[in-house]
Nanobody, 124 residues
């Protein structure tokens, strides 16, 4: 599956962004889709994940209540709505997919396919 992220940018603390992950070559309804971020000098961190249909969603503790992952089946796109952004959210954000049972992997290295990433910078 080919994945293309978009929607990153520069935003002030407290602001919002919506990231998009558009897929081709496979339907996202059949896959688990996650958002993974990596800040300079830090390890990759799984931020959110949505399982294959019927979906369950998972979030890392630091974004729970601020970020929402969702899927638009008709557009074959997964979104990450990010509200209440703070400087600690600054990172490159990648979408990634996992096939098989379509469950969210515990380890981000277990995702099968990755997009090229989109940069999110939170700064005043």
């Amino acid at each position: 599956v080919q994945l293309v992220e978009s929607g990153g940018g520069l935003v002030q603390p407290g602001g919002s962004l919506r990231l998009s992950c558009a897929a081709s070559g496979s339907h996202l309804d059949d896959l688990a889709v996650g958002w993974v971020r990596q800040a300079p000098g830090k390890e990759r961190e799984g931020v959110a994940c949505i399982t294959r249909l019927p979906p369950d969603t998972y979030y890392t503790d630091s974004v729970e209540g601020r970020f929402t992952i969702s899927r638009d089946s008709a557009k074959n796109t997964v979104y990450l709505q990010m509200n209440g952004l703070n400087p600690e959210d600054t990172a490159s954000y990648y979408c990634a997919t996992k096939g098989g049972w379509g469950l969210c992997p515990r380890d981000v290295s277990d995702y099968d396919d990755w997009g090229q990433g989109t940069q999110v910078t939170v700064s005043a």
